[in-house]
């Protein structure tokens, strides 16, 4: 006697990724979106800690403890302590450069390069911990090369932004008769400018002068160069 059993039929689904409207599957933005956040999460982490304590007794741990995240992480996203410090100074440079686009009424090279070098100071935290992290490498970079080599790389992306921008100030303040001045280049002014706002973030975190002043002497250097569209500002009290 023949049993007969009951034939059923499978589908067989195929998985696919659904493509976000920016290209790649939404499964690869949000794993992209997370790495970024873990990344930024990380090095907020590592800017407070050498606020907090300097990098006399830096330690990755700490940095690891003060994210909240393991210190395999770190380095996955950074490699070692150089990788990681490097990191953080791209970053400052990165929210110093965002502050200021976020400035109201930046519109002309020239508002946009106060609005630039004004932005390395305030009363914010997060502006007085960036401020620290450029102090403190800037001062092992005497005896750590590689810190130098790290401070250089970023202290030369900041002032070639400087300058791009003290070139388009100088052409849109020029009258279209006549020449730009040649009395100082963009670069040896750029260079000027951020020797400025190093000296005066020194006085500034250590007190000797407030953050409002600080502005104001960058305002005043700007006017005396012929950077500024505004009328002359009084002689900075502390400075």
């Known amino acids: 006697m023949s049993s007969s059993f009951p034939c059923r039929k499978y589908r067989i689904l195929k998985i696919v990724s ?13 794993q992209a979106d997370s790495r970024a956040d873990s990344r930024d999460k990380i090095l907020q982490a590592c800017e407070r800690t050498i ?16 994210a909240g995240v393991s210190i395999g992480l770190l380095s996955y996203h950074f490699g070692d302590r150089d990788g990681l410090l490097q990191a953080a100074l791209d970053h400052v440079n990165a929210r110093s450069s965002d502050r200021a686009g976020r400035t109201p009424h930046a519109h002309t090279p020239a508002q946009r390069l106060s609005a630039l070098l004004c932005s ?29 080599a790290a401070l250089t790389r970023s202290t030369a992306e900041w002032q070639s932004a400087v300058e791009t921008l003290i070139g388009e100030a100088i052409l849109a303040c020029t009258p279209q ?16 400018l951020t020797a400025l706002v190093e000296g005066l973030s020194g006085r500034w975190l250590t007190g000797q002068i407030t953050a409002d002043e600080a502005q104001h002497a960058v305002r005043f250097a700007l006017h005396g160069l012929g950077l500024s569209e505004s009328d002359a500002p009084g002689v900075p009290s502390g400075a």
């Open 177 to 192: 008769d006549h020449e730009p001045e040649q009395n100082t280049g963009p670069a040896a002014t750029a260079l000027l």
């Open 18 to 30: 659904v493509p976000a409207a920016g290209g790649g599957s939404v499964a690869e933005n949000t």
């Open 51 to 66: 606020a907090r304590s300097g990098l006399r007794s830096f330690r990755m741990q700490d940095v690891a403890r003060e």
């Open 120 to 148: 390395e100071f305030g009363d914010d935290a997060q502006v007085r911990a960036g401020s620290i992290v450029w102090n403190e490498l800037r001062a092992v970079s005497v005896f750590e090369p590689t810190s130098a």
